[in-house]
């Protein structure tokens, strides 16, 4: 991803693990995606956090250290997810085990998609998919985008500010 560009992103869980099915998970990306925008380091568009994996429209603005933005978000929220782990039940951290040699646990797959967001119809198709992503069928997570509550939907559909790191993409591409 560069600096100053739009992507849509996609990271999974290792071996597609239903993690992110607990409230106490999501709450880390979001947190996460909270102290990288308070900071300046990213610019979050829209979002949705699935139980195996996570979309985001973002912007990388600079990196965080010697680190890009996303990666920090990777290594911050692996961390947390083993901690809470371990303190839940040290067992749940073994489907995660590794055997590498700077690290003992892997959350998540190594293979992050990004896709440039060139153009405003791009940008909106996927915004659009981000927010049905929940009522897929096999997932059912909700009946209406704005039902799901770890997901982007109520800002744009209904202008509900619960996430203080939202940024409307609207404005980015001269639609206000």
């Not at 992110?20 to 102290?35: A, E, N, P």
């Not at 997932?139 to 619960?162: F, I």
Request: aromatic share 18%; hydrophobic share 40%.
């Amino acid at each position: 991803m560069d600096l100053g560009e739009i992507f849509f992103w996609t990271a999974t869980i290792n071996n597609w693990q239903k993690l992110l099915w607990s409230d106490m998970y999501k709450d880390v990306i979001i947190d996460s995606l909270d102290y990288l925008s308070t900071h300046g380091k990213v610019d979050v568009f829209g979002f949705v956090i699935m139980p195996t994996h996570v979309h985001f429209i973002w912007r990388a603005n600079e990196l965080n250290g010697k680190e890009t933005p996303q990666g920090s978000f990777l290594k911050y929220t692996a961390h947390q997810f083993r901690n809470l782990l371990g303190q839940e039940d040290f067992r749940k951290l073994w489907p995660y085990r590794v055997d590498a040699g700077n690290k003992d646990h892997e959350f998540w797959q190594r293979d992050s998609l990004a896709v440039h967001l060139y153009t405003r119809k791009v940008a909106f198709q996927k915004l659009n998919y981000i927010h049905w992503n929940p009522l897929a069928k096999h997932w059912r997570l909700a009946k209406d985008p704005c039902d799901y509550k770890y997901s982007s939907a109520r800002y744009y559909e209904l202008g509900e500010h619960n996430f203080s790191f939202l940024k409307d993409l609207k404005q980015e591409f001269g639609w206000c």
